[in-house]
């Protein structure tokens, strides 16, 4: 069951691991920003993909309290502090996110900040989920 449109302009290039947009209705599920510590707020590695891979993980973990599944998400913001970081783990990135997200491809948006709250966090994501009325 589909729960969104893509949304991408017939003469646009292809987005690759991402959609430039999409519209979706049902109740929507906001995530406050994840950063890739365990559920005990403890960093169990400093490897970026490691860090991105738990973030992911907890993501599908606090969509579930609402009844949201990844393939109902619909956007997702990115803050890491190092791109060149980022850019040189992506084969490892890609390989986390199909595992928890799947290949479900929501808007997505990816910016460097100076730095995080948590020193250790090397990324922080927020999330948007809409689960459709016959689901909510």
């Known amino acids: ?76 913001t990115w803050y890491v502090t190092d791109k060149r970081e980022y850019l040189g783990s992506l084969k490892e990135i890609g390989r986390a996110y199909r595992e928890t997200i799947g290949k479900h491809y929501p808007a997505m948006a990816l910016v460097q900040v100076v730095a995080l709250v948590e020193d250790r966090a090397k990324v922080e994501i927020e999330a948007t989920a809409v689960v459709p009325e016959e689901v909510a």
């Open 1 to 76: 069951m589909s729960t969104h449109e893509i949304l991408h302009p017939s003469h646009w290039r292809p987005a690759i691991g991402y959609s430039n947009g999409v519209a979706a209705k049902g109740r929507m599920v906001f995530t406050g920003g994840i950063i890739g510590w365990n559920a005990d707020q403890v960093f169990e590695t400093d490897d970026f993909a490691g860090q991105v891979a738990q973030a992911l993980r907890s993501i599908v973990e606090v969509l579930a309290c609402a009844g949201a599944r990844p393939e109902h998400l619909v956007r997702l």
